[in-house]
């Protein structure tokens, strides 16, 4: 049973756009999430987290939304660069204890000049 | 520094040999993993220390064995593999807590011949 969902495979956007990608959840106990950026071959690297008592975290081009009522959040990328293209993975922190991260499928970002 | 340094990078080895990977991080966290990633697949959760104690095993076969030296060190002891445990392996770690963020090294890319 996955609990963290992220439904979109891929993403297409022009650069200078925003990108928002998308993640829903399961567990209502879940109460941290994170976003990771991965390129091919290389360790995911942390972007931006946000804990469940707030509903966005914004941290330069980067910003979550968390609806808690919706069990989804969203990462928005403004504006959207090259480099950026990636996969991105949600993940959330599970709260059941031993420090266990459970990660979406992931969504690969292209962005295009 | 956030830096979770793995090595090696890349390892071939035999389905009859023993080999290890290891990873290092000066972070004080008291929390390590490792996660195996096959490709277009999310992370998946293999182990997790925690004060360098095993505190989860996903049912993973006894031909992987963990081990935690101290709190800084992590190694992954691999014999008899089979082809399809050929993966990126990737080593994290976080302070204990969910509600802090994960970093992960490089990986070390394994290729079972």
């Known amino acids: 049973d996955q609990q963290v969902k992220q439904n979109s495979p891929s993403l297409s956007v022009q650069e200078g756009r925003i990108s928002i990608l998308n993640c829903d959840y399961t567990?209502?106990?879940?109460?941290?999430f994170l976003w990771y950026k991965k390129y091919p071959a290389e360790g995911p690297t942390f972007l931006i987290s946000?804990?469940?008592?707030?509903d966005k975290n914004e941290d330069g081009r980067f910003t979550v939304f968390l609806n808690k009522s919706a069990k989804h959040l969203s990462l928005h990328i403004v504006p959207s660069q090259p480099g950026d293209s990636a996969v991105y993975f949600c993940?959330?922190?599970?709260?059941?204890?031993?420090?266990?991260?459970?990660f979406g499928a992931g969504t690969r970002l292209a962005v295009h000049p | 520094d956030t830096e979770v340094t793995q090595t090696p990078k890349h390892l071939v080895m035999g389905m009859t040999n023993k080999k290890s990977l290891k990873c290092e991080q000066h972070?004080?966290?008291?929390?390590m993993y490792w996660y195996k990633q096959k490709a277009k697949k999310p992370p998946e959760l293999m182990f997790v220390?925690?004060?360098?104690?095993?505190?989860i095993n996903e049912s993973v076969p006894s031909r992987f064995s963990p081990e935690c030296p101290n709190s800084s060190l992590l190694n992954l002891h691999l014999h008899a593999l089979q082809p399809e445990d050929s993966a990126l392996y990737l080593c994290?770690?976080?302070?204990?807590?969910?509600?802090?963020?994960?970093?992960f090294g490089q990986g070390t890319r394994l290729t079972v011949v």
């Open positions: 220390y925690s004060y360098e104690k095993l505190s």
């Open positions: 993940a959330a922190s599970d709260p059941g204890g031993y420090n266990k991260l459970i």
């Open positions: 946000i804990s469940s008592i707030k």
């Open positions: 567990n209502s106990m879940f109460d941290y």
């Open positions: 972070m004080g966290h008291r929390a």
């Open positions: 994290a770690s976080r302070y204990t807590g969910e509600t802090t963020e994960a970093f």
